[in-house]
């Protein structure tokens, strides 16, 4: 079946430097990748998603590029804002349409 | 945005006992979903539903479990009776169409079965 792996745990670091989430995956077909964000006490948001051709979505500062020969989503943005602090959820949506197969979340904490 | 909303944040009840959440999901939405996640691991997929009917339902949506949604109001999730292994938070989602559309979020409903 599918499965999303992603960096555990909570990834600490400080205002204005890079941040990069690791997400793999295994799936039997080609899926689609998410990043999903979710704020304390808020619903998880869709921060972006792959595209179908070679393009790298971007938003907010962040971007991720889908390899499928290394089976990975990572997330990353150049320069971590405080606003940054979150729970950041990597998902794959394989050959059943919408139904989404998480990653257990990676919690960012950013400090000034 | 779009918000789905979802009553009550968090509902306490005696194992046994019948609990229903509610999911007020995006109003020109049509297909709808619950997740379900324990403490300390991943959300994961319970079910989904379209045009009155479920569409998919994995393993964890047992036996105990129903969705519904009369006439268009709110989507159901309704356990009867409750376990205390259904202890979790309770996301609700809703999309407008199927493959790559977005997934709305509520901020979930954290049930706790005593």
């Known amino acids: 079946g599918d499965s999303v792996t992603q960096t555990e745990g909570l990834v600490t670091l400080t205002e204005g430097l890079p941040v990069m989430l690791n997400c793999t995956y295994q799936?039997?077909?080609?899926?689609?990748l998410f990043w999903y964000v979710q704020h304390l006490n808020e619903a998880p948001k869709l921060l972006l998603k792959?595209?179908?051709?070679?393009k790298r979505p971007e938003h907010q500062g962040f971007h991720a590029t889908l390899h499928k020969s290394s089976s990975s989503f990572h997330l990353q943005k150049s320069s971590a804002q405080l606003s940054d602090s979150a729970l950041y959820y990597c998902?794959?949506?394989?050959?059943?349409?919408?139904?989404?197969?998480f990653g257990i979340g990676t919690r960012v904490l950013v400090r000034p | 945005g779009p918000k789905v909303l979802q009553i009550p944040s968090h509902q306490i009840i005696d194992m046994g006992q019948m609990v229903t959440l509610n999911c007020d999901p995006v109003?020109?939405?049509?297909?709808f979903y619950w997740y379900k996640q324990i403490l300390g691991q991943q959300m994961e997929f319970l079910v989904n539903?379209?045009?009155?009917?479920?569409?998919?339902k994995s393993k964890l949506f047992k036996d105990q479990f129903s969705v519904e949604r009369p006439d268009g109001s709110y989507f159901t999730l309704k356990i009867q009776p409750t376990a205390l292994e259904d202890s979790a938070v309770y996301f609700c989602?809703?999309?407008?169409?199927?493959?790559?559309?977005?997934?709305?979020f509520g901020a979930g409903t954290r049930l706790s079965v005593l």
């Open positions: 989602a809703s999309s407008l169409g199927q493959s790559q559309n977005t997934l709305y």
């Open positions: 799936s039997t077909y080609s899926p689609f």
């Open positions: 792959s595209f179908t051709d070679n």
């Open positions: 998902a794959l949506e394989g050959s059943a349409g919408n139904k989404l197969t």
């Open positions: 109003s020109n939405h049509l297909y």
């Open positions: 539903f379209y045009n009155g009917k479920v569409m998919e």
